[in-house]
């Protein structure tokens, strides 16, 4: 799976060893991780938007379709963002899976 | 075999998690539209990010793209919202849908104070308003009933269907609305009042258990009273105005929709008539424009 530049910090297989552990067709995974993985894109993409100045959304946001890999976005968060981005966003994402994993404990079938 | 003994209700909770994604696309959107708008003016969407990352990797353009200077795209480019934008908007009438089923009873029944909360929540997190079940001392005898079309009404002296632009077929009434007339003439009509007539409902206030203890009080405060219409089967919502007493009791529907309301909510068919939810609509400083209500992608939440 290719890497955005924030992986590291949101890891989703929390997520996935909970679906797995209750068995599911392949496909169903497929779809209910895809969506997951799309949720914690907006989010983590909102967080940063927050804490960036709007005056360097705009850079930001190029070098990010150009390459959403690259290590250095983050280092240039690091250099333009006042706060702990880092924290941030694994503070942020983690709520968004804990959200998620109460969704998964409400769908279990006794 | 799954390792716990339980399983997931696959339906139930794809259904959730669909909804949570398209609120983080919503919420994304309100805050930051410029930045939706940017991406897709490259042809990306934040969700996808990752397909598109991977189809920069398998064409070799990443490594190129970092060489090349940024294009010179406006922060907010002058064009029409993205694909991507569009799809949220008719989904989420779709995800309203799908909870609202969650939520509502299988019979139609009136509501309990905390499927109405639950209700109220949700119509704030997907269209930003303030939609309640009871203002101050007032509510509606019921939030989740039938309702059944009604005819035009007549907004000045004067006035028959053939000055109505839209749904001539379903009629005029001869009388007045409870309310009277919208206008004192013809030249007194403002486009407010047309907008008024076009998404009206009739309301029970007859059956009101306080209508005959504090009649003057109720009537001035129904009067063009805003309210919210969901159609649960298919997530449309709109915004109207008290404008009509009715209906009666023995016809088992609770309320009235014009011409213009049922249309919209896809009720102006077979037998015209559907369940819906109804809520008051806290608008003191009127931001909230009569009329559909898909999806409201200009105010923050």
Same mark, same amino acid.
């Given at each position: 799976m290719t890497k955005i530049f924030y992986d590291h910090l949101i890891e989703i297989e929390e997520i996935t060893i909970k679906i797995d552990s209750h068995g599911m067709e392949a496909e169903e995974k497929k779809e209910i991780l895809s969506l997951v993985d799309e949720t914690l894109h907006h989010h983590t993409l909102k967080v940063i938007l927050d804490n960036l100045s709007f005056s360097k959304h705009e850079e930001f946001l190029h070098k990010f379709h150009q390459?959403?890999?690259?290590?250095d976005l983050l280092e240039f968060l690091k250099k333009e963002v006042e706060v702990d981005i880092e924290k941030i966003i694994r503070s942020e994402s983690k709520k968004v899976k804990q959200n998620i994993l109460k969704e998964i404990e409400k769908a279990l079938v006794p | 075999m799954n390792k716990s003994g339980s399983k997931i209700d696959t339906k139930l909770l794809s259904s959730r998690i669909k909804n949570i994604q398209l609120l983080s696309a919503q919420s994304l959107y309100n805050k930051h539209p410029h930045a939706i708008k940017l991406l897709a003016s490259v042809g990306v969407k934040p969700g996808k990010i990752r397909e598109h990352a991977t189809k920069l990797l398998t064409s070799g353009a990443i490594a190129g793209s970092l060489l090349l200077s940024s294009p *010179?795209? !406006?922060?907010?480019?002058? *064009?029409?919202? %993205?694909s991507a934008i569009v799809q949220t908007k008719s989904e989420v009438t779709k995800s309203l849908s799908n909870q609202l089923s969650q939520i509502?009873?299988?019979?139609?029944s009136p509501l309990s104070e905390e499927q109405e909360t639950k209700i109220s929540h949700l119509l704030f997190d997907i269209f930003g308003i303030t939609a309640v079940p009871q203002l101050g001392s007032t509510r509606l005898n019921q939030t989740y009933g039938l309702i059944g079309a009604e005819q035009h009404l007549p &907004?000045?002296?004067?006035? %028959?269907?053939? *000055?109505?632009?839209?749904? *001539?077929? %379903?009629g005029i009434t001869p009388g007045l609305g409870?309310?009277?007339?919208?206008? &004192? %003439?013809k030249q007194d009509l403002t486009p407010e009042d047309v907008q008024k007539e076009k998404y009206y409902v009739a309301v029970q206030t007859l059956y009101l258990p306080d209508w005959n203890i504090r009649t003057r009080y109720l009537y001035d405060w129904y009067k063009h009273r805003k309210v919210v219409v969901v159609n649960p089967k298919n997530g449309k919502t709109v915004v109207a105005v008290v404008a009509d007493a009715g209906p009666a009791n023995w016809t088992g529907k609770h309320f009235g929709g014009s011409p213009e309301v049922m249309a919209y909510l896809n009720l102006?068919? !077979?037998?015209q008539k559907g369940e819906v939810v109804m809520f008051f609509v806290d608008d003191p400083e009127k931001v909230v424009s009569l009329g559909p209500l898909e999806y409201n992608s200009d105010k923050e939440k």
């Amino acid at each position: 799976m290719t890497k955005i530049f924030y992986d590291h910090l949101i890891e989703i297989e929390e997520i996935t060893i909970k679906i797995d552990s209750h068995g599911m067709e392949a496909e169903e995974k497929k779809e209910i991780l895809s969506l997951v993985d799309e949720t914690l894109h907006h989010h983590t993409l909102k967080v940063i938007l927050d804490n960036l100045s709007f005056s360097k959304h705009e850079e930001f946001l190029h070098k990010f379709h150009q390459n959403p890999l690259d290590p250095d976005l983050l280092e240039f968060l690091k250099k333009e963002v006042e706060v702990d981005i880092e924290k941030i966003i694994r503070s942020e994402s983690k709520k968004v899976k804990q959200n998620i994993l109460k969704e998964i404990e409400k769908a279990l079938v006794p | 075999m799954n390792k716990s003994g339980s399983k997931i209700d696959t339906k139930l909770l794809s259904s959730r998690i669909k909804n949570i994604q398209l609120l983080s696309a919503q919420s994304l959107y309100n805050k930051h539209p410029h930045a939706i708008k940017l991406l897709a003016s490259v042809g990306v969407k934040p969700g996808k990010i990752r397909e598109h990352a991977t189809k920069l990797l398998t064409s070799g353009a990443i490594a190129g793209s970092l060489l090349l200077s940024s294009p *010179q795209t !406006g922060l907010i480019p002058d *064009q029409t919202p %993205s694909s991507a934008i569009v799809q949220t908007k008719s989904e989420v009438t779709k995800s309203l849908s799908n909870q609202l089923s969650q939520i509502l009873p299988t019979k139609l029944s009136p509501l309990s104070e905390e499927q109405e909360t639950k209700i109220s929540h949700l119509l704030f997190d997907i269209f930003g308003i303030t939609a309640v079940p009871q203002l101050g001392s007032t509510r509606l005898n019921q939030t989740y009933g039938l309702i059944g079309a009604e005819q035009h009404l007549p &907004r000045y002296p004067g006035d %028959s269907i053939s *000055q109505h632009d839209e749904y *001539q077929k %379903s009629g005029i009434t001869p009388g007045l609305g409870a309310w009277g007339y919208f206008a &004192r %003439s013809k030249q007194d009509l403002t486009p407010e009042d047309v907008q008024k007539e076009k998404y009206y409902v009739a309301v029970q206030t007859l059956y009101l258990p306080d209508w005959n203890i504090r009649t003057r009080y109720l009537y001035d405060w129904y009067k063009h009273r805003k309210v919210v219409v969901v159609n649960p089967k298919n997530g449309k919502t709109v915004v109207a105005v008290v404008a009509d007493a009715g209906p009666a009791n023995w016809t088992g529907k609770h309320f009235g929709g014009s011409p213009e309301v049922m249309a919209y909510l896809n009720l102006n068919v !077979g037998m015209q008539k559907g369940e819906v939810v109804m809520f008051f609509v806290d608008d003191p400083e009127k931001v909230v424009s009569l009329g559909p209500l898909e999806y409201n992608s200009d105010k923050e939440k």
